[in-house]
């Protein structure tokens, strides 16, 4: 397996490479982070999400950096990571980190179809609340911005299991 780059991938032994355990780790992670570079600027940051059918989804207002920085590049890269614990060890570099996390790159957009809006804002509440019947308020629906990350390639990774 390589990088995009086409550099080899290290450490093989803790490649996830089946995509229903990627999905798995991507269930499991509460958060999701984003990267993101306008004119050489890079910017991370972390949101709530929910993931379906190879997409990404997280919710923003109208305006601020996010909105700024993808205006200006569509392209990002995202990670999660889950059951992350540490390993201490007798000798300083023996330590370890167990750990499950997925790496990926893809393009963002802004959803403007008001049904998958909802349907993206449905999953999020139920990503983190349950399943359940939820109204959005107009005034709330109004002042936010549901974003869609198209998965491009995703990698997993485990360690200390």
């Not at 349950?130 to 869609?148: D, I, Q, S």
Request: charged share 25%; hydrophobic share 40%.
């Amino acid at each position: 397996m390589a990088h995009e780059n086409g550099q080899p991938m290290r450490k093989q032994k803790n490649l996830v490479s089946e995509q229903s355990e990627i999905e798995a780790i991507l269930q499991k992670a509460l958060v999701l982070r984003v990267a993101m570079c306008r004119e050489g600027q890079p910017y991370l940051v972390p949101v709530n999400f929910a993931y379906a059918d190879g997409r990404l989804y997280f919710h923003t207002g109208h305006k601020g950096m996010k909105m700024d920085f993808l205006a200006a590049n569509d392209r990002v890269c995202f990670e999660v990571d889950t059951e992350v614990k540490l390993l201490p060890a007798p000798e300083p570099c023996a330590w370890g980190v167990r750990y499950e996390s997925v790496v990926g790159f893809g393009r963002a957009k802004i959803v403007q179809d008001e049904a998958e809006r909802l349907a993206a804002l449905r999953l999020i509440m139920e990503r983190y609340s349950g399943p359940g019947e939820f109204e959005f308020p107009a005034a709330n629906l109004a002042r936010t911005a549901v974003v869609c990350i198209e998965i491009e390639e995703m990698t997993g990774r485990r360690s200390g299991f």
